[in-house]
Nanobody, 124 residues
Framework: EVQLVESGGGLVQAGGSLRLSCAAS????????IGWFRQDPGKDREAVAC????????YYADSVKGRFTITTGDAKDTAYLQMNSLKPEDTYTYYC?????????????????WGQGTQVTVSS
């Protein structure tokens, strides 16, 4: 059974930092990309930051480039999202997803699993 458990969210002031973690289990890590997504009500989830399992290349949404960094642990069973220079518009529930995607800019999941999410709230 695929399990993804996010942690590290919280309340932070604008300009601050948070580090999200995603503990992954139950699947072959080399077969799936992993990434962080967020979602506006009534809209599809937006890819925020992703790592391609084939070559390790990363994708970042334009709105977070230069501020967020996605990494994985050596065993690939943990994914992290370092979030710096946070803005109020970064306030979302962030979901970790292991997925198979089409395309890379952005990657579009066609199959995947995601966790319960972790709330990030940035105050102005």
């Amino acid at each position: 059974e695929v399990q993804l458990v996010e942690s590290g969210g919280g309340l932070v002031q604008a300009g601050g930092s948070l580090r999200l973690s995603c503990a992954a289990s139950g699947f072959a890590y080399d077969d799936y990309d992993i990434g962080w997504f967020r979602q506006d009500p009534g809209k599809d989830r937006e890819a925020v930051a992703c790592i391609n399992s084939d070559d390790g290349t990363t994708y970042y949404a334009d709105s977070v480039k230069g501020r967020f960094t996605i990494t994985t642990g050596d065993a690939k069973d943990t994914a992290y999202l370092q979030m710096n220079s946070l803005k109020p518009e970064d306030t979302y529930t962030y979901y970790c997803e292991a997925f198979i995607a089409i395309g890379r800019e952005p990657p579009t999941p066609v199959y995947g699993s995601w966790g319960q999410g972790t709330q990030v709230t940035v105050s102005s």
